[in-house]
Structure formats: structure tokens, C-alpha cells
């Protein structure tokens, strides 16, 4: 064996240790008790001034932060009165997320606990007319079959009880762990392991965090690298923005971020083909398109989903994006509002129908732009 494969043996032995088990489900086993000690709340007193600089708003505290969304459901857990609502809205979402087979019993029961008068948990709030629809849809089980159930929750909700939670102690809580949350950290707090990949840019490797155990994939980017090529300092800082804007299961979330003198450091936690498409979805209802889906920018979890990374690729809606000199093949579809297609997905199943038209529409952006050319990225 030559060097260079002992060490990577080395690099792959140290990994493996660092997860606690082959499957990486014992993290806390790998804690460093020096690093877990300095992760502690401060005093509410010390949080009270974020009131004031925060965004409180219902959405961004309760539907797109995870720890404010957690943190609510169990104010409302607390108060019985909000039961009802609360666990609807859980209901609903293992609705959404559950096999084909399992959704007509899920639907069933959701029926049976919320909109029947007669049940514990029935929830007044939701119109009659909502509720015909629902039973009339019932046997189709289609995706959207709670979708006006839904927002009629979450617009009870982010009535009275959101005004309560606002004034609880759950709050005050969730104002501490932003505040440790935007405490400076650095490369001190993490120890690196194998390399996974290497770009023009930096590399990606394998790290723990020392404080939780917890394992991570760590981008570099160095910043001469960057600063040589024109406009990527912009999309290096758009990557940042992108992963702190996201939070689904199908797409890699940023855990940490810092930089050094020389490189910028994005800590990011991993969370078939459906769920490839359930991750494009979410960047699209944040009006961001993705720009190199393939093989290498899919990853398997240890629970067996995959998830999407390398969304330095990702920009906000333009109608076309791509490099220098190309017509990406992300585009608006024309008419029915601002819709987007990943045209890069086509090879995940889309009918030929459907792959002429994005082609055609491909070709009239390409016809007002006579100085580009587009290019088929067929994955998969």
C-alpha cells in the first residue's frame, strides 16, 4: 500500500470513530465536555433586547425557523384549548409527506379527529364548506386534499394564540437560542477529517463538532480563488443567503458559517427521485431556481433520503441564467404566473410533451439573446 492509500485508510478509520457507530446515530458519545459546557443559554435578561431587532412575524418565527416552530407547538401543547389546531396541523403535514398507500387511512383519520363536531379534537374554526370538500375529495387523496384545511389553521393560529405565545415564557426561550445562535464561533470548534471533494473554488470535507459530536460537511471556499474570478465574491455571499433562507428535509441546511483571513467556511447537515423534486419544490416557493442538478450534487443521508447541495449554483428568478456565453436551462414557464421549471430534471420522468415544449421555450430565449447557446444537461 502506498501513501497515499494509508492515509486515506487513516482518514476513513478516524471518520468511522468519529461517528460513534457505522450508522452515525450516537453523537453525543463523541462530545468534547470542555465545548458542550460553553453551549449554554444566558440569562433571559441578556436576549430581552432582540424583541426589537428580530423578525416576530408568525411566518418567520413559527413556520420557517425550526426551533421557533418547535418551540410554539409546544406552547400550544401546553395550552389544551390549542390541541386541536396543533396536532391538525402536525396531521396534515405527515399527510403530505406519507406514502400513496398510507394517505387514504392518514386522510381518514384526519377527518374523523378534527371535523366531526362530535370529536375531542374538532376544530370550529374551519369552515363548512372546507369540510364538504374535504369528504367529497376524501377516496382521492390527492396532494392538496387539506391544503385550505391547512391555511385556515395557520390563520387561526397566527390570530389569538400566536398573541399569547408572544407573552410566554416559549418565547423568551426561543430569543435565548437565537442569541446563542449568533455568538461568533470558529475552526477551533470543529475537527476535520477526510476530504470528500475538491472544486475550483476549495473543497468539501468531513468535520465534528466538537461541543454536540455531531458530523457535518465543511465547504471552503478560498477567497483568492474567488476574488480572481469576477462577480464570484457576490455568489460566494448569495450561498449564505440561500442556505439560511431554506429549511426542508430534501435540501442540505446550513448548520454554522464563519471565515478565516484566507477561506470562508459553510457548515452544512444532511438531512430518489421524488424527494430530489420535493427539494426543488421548496427552492421554488422561495423564488430560487437551481442551476446544476446531477449525480454528484445528490446525497444520501443516513436515514436513507436524498438530499441536494451546492447551491452556489442557485440564483433568484431571472428569466435566463446560466454562464457566460450559455442560456441556462432553468426558465419562467410562459403564463400560469411565475411557475418555474428545472429544466436540468427533464431525465427525471418528464413526459416528452412536456420536454419539447421547455426546448422550444429554451430556443425563443435563446432567439433574443443571438449571442448565447443552450446546452442539454441530461442526469441521471
Request: glycine share 6%; hydrophobic share 40%.
Amino acid at each position: 500500500m502506498d501513501i497515499g492509500g494509508l492515509t486515506t485508510v487513516v482518514a476513513n478509520s478516524a471518520y468511522i470513530n468519529a461517528r460513534g457507530s457505522i450508522d452515525g446515530s450516537n453523537p453525543a458519545a463523541a462530545r468534547d465536555k470542555k465545548y458542550h459546557a460553553r453551549l449554554k443559554l444566558p440569562h433571559i435578561t441578556v436576549c430581552e433586547g432582540l424583541r426589537d431587532t428580530l423578525d416576530l412575524a408568525f411566518d418567520s418565527v413559527c413556520v420557517e425557523q425550526p426551533i421557533g416552530k418547535r418551540l410554539f407547538r409546544e406552547f400550544l401543547e401546553a395550552n389544551k384549548e390549542y390541541h386541536g389546531a396543533c396536532r391538525l396541523w402536525k396531521d396534515i403535514e405527515d399527510y403530505d409527506l406519507a406514502e400513496d398507500s398510507d394517505r387514504g387511512k392518514k386522510a381518514s383519520k384526519i377527518v374523523q379527529r378534527y371535523m366531526d363536531p362530535s370529536a375531542k379534537h374538532f376544530c370550529p374554526y374551519l369552515p363548512e364548506d372546507i369540510i364538504g370538500k374535504v369528504k367529497e375529495n376524501l377516496e382521492a387523496v390527492e396532494d392538496d386534499l387539506f391544503s385550505a384545511s391547512l391555511a385556515k389553521t395557520l390563520e387561526y393560529l397566527r390570530e389569538a394564540p400566536y398573541t399569547f405565545y408572544l407573552e410566554s415564557m416559549y418565547l423568551k426561550r426561543f430569543l435565548q437560542w437565537k442569541w446563542l445562535e449568533m455568538q461568533p464561533m470558529d475552526a477551533d470548534w470543529f475537527l476535520d477529517f477526510r476530504v470528500l471533494g475538491k472544486g475550483g473554488f476549495g473543497e468539501v470535507s468531513a468535520c465534528q463538532m466538537k461541543a454536540t459530536g455531531k458530523l457535518y460537511a465543511c465547504k471552503k471556499l478560498n477567497k483568492k480563488r474567488l476574488k480572481k474570478r469576477k462577480g464570484y465574491e457576490t455568489l460566494a455571499l448569495m450561498l449564505k443567503r440561500i442556505l439560511e433562507k431554506v429549511h426542508s428535509r430534501f435540501i442540505v441546511s446550513l448548520a454554522y458559517a464563519f471565515q478565516t483571513k484566507d477561506e470562508l467556511f459553510f457548515f452544512k447537515a444532511c438531512f430518489y427521485i421524488a424527494q430530489i423534486i420535493q427539494g426543488l419544490e421548496h427552492l421554488h416557493q422561495k423564488r430560487i431556481i437551481y442551476r446544476d442538478l446531477k449525480p454528484e450534487n445528490v446525497l444520501l443521508d443516513n436515514d436513507g433520503k436524498f438530499v441536494v447541495i451546492h447551491h452556489i449554483s442557485c440564483k433568484h428568478i431571472i428569466v435566463a441564467v446560466g454562464r457566460e456565453g450559455e442560456v441556462s436551462l432553468q426558465l419562467l414557464a410562459p403564463g400560469e404566473g411565475s411557475h418555474l421549471r428545472d429544466v436540468a430534471g427533464t431525465a427525471l420522468g418528464i413526459p416528452a410533451k412536456v420536454e419539447g415544449q421547455i426546448r422550444q421555450d429554451v430556443r425563443q430565449i435563446s432567439s433574443r439573446h443571438p449571442g448565447t447557446c443552450w446546452r442539454d444537461k441530461t442526469v441521471f
